[in-house]
């Protein structure tokens, strides 16, 4: 005799080769996006920073970062796809749990989002900064130094100088191409906190610049832009 309750029907899962793909395209993601600010910490740390990793990889940091974003919506339409195709037919129960691969793989594809989106949040901001901020306000801000340290011009000559000690402390501002990220700043404040004669350190991606308190008694210019190069960046007195 024919039973007259509906029949019930049972999720289908995503397959196991579709959940794997999908997270592997989370953390390819992952790597993309973070590939400028890791590169170059890693070649300091292994005492490569003088290849100038940093610099390079600087002008086309942000083709990494759109690659990440595309990869990671790539992932996520991979996987959401999927879990469609799984419930075809009416054969997806509505308020089921979803299965354990599933699970992982949606907590793993969350997590390779937030840190695409702080990469990319780091490698962003300071070039929309500098896009949308005014020229004067820029001119402005590039002019601000460190407080207490004398100032150089173009013609060397020395002003405000502690105390009225002429040549105590010198102030000097550094272009620096290649720092795109906020990685770049611990990088080349380690790098000028080792030299000798160097007292404060003023890192700003918005202007591109380094702001160097120094003993000119101690350490040269050319030595304070070796120190940046040295943690791979192209500096310029």
Not at 50 to 64: A, E, N, Q, W
Not at 156 to 179: D, H, Q, S, T, W
Not at 217 to 223: F, I, P
Request: aromatic fraction near 6%; include cysteine; charge should be positive.
């Amino acid at each position: 005799m024919a039973s007259n309750s509906p029949e019930k029907f049972i999720p289908s899962a995503v397959k196991g080769p579709a959940l794997s793909a999908a997270a592997g395209l989370g953390w390819l993601s992952v790597a993309l996006a973070s590939v400028c600010c890791v590169l170059p910490l890693a070649a300091v740390l292994v005492g490569l920073g003088s290849v100038g990793l940093g610099s390079m990889l600087g002008g086309i940091s942000i083709y990494f970062q759109l690659g990440g974003l595309l990869v990671l919506g790539f992932a996520w339409f991979y996987f959401l796809r999927g879990r469609r195709r799984a419930c075809v037919s009416n054969a997806c129960v509505s308020g089921l749990p979803a299965q354990a691969g599933e699970r992982r793989t949606v907590v793993a594809l969350s997590v390779a989002t937030a840190f695409v989106v702080l990469f990319a949040g780091m490698e962003l901001a300071p070039r929309l900064l500098r896009t949308f901020a005014s020229a004067p306000a820029l001119a402005g801000a590039s002019q601000t130094g460190l407080p207490g340290a004398a100032s150089v011009t173009q013609a060397g000559a020395v002003e405000n100088a502690p105390g009225g000690v002429a040549g105590a402390y010198l102030r000097k501002v550094l272009a620096v191409k290649g720092m795109d990220c906020a990685a770049c700043v611990p990088e080349i404040e380690h790098s000028l906190a080792g030299v000798p004669g160097v007292r404060a350190t003023q890192v700003s991606l918005r202007n591109q610049t380094v702001t160097i308190e120094y003993d000119p008694a101690k350490v040269s210019v050319d030595r304070l832009v070796g120190a940046i190069k040295k943690a791979g960046y192209d500096a310029r007195g």
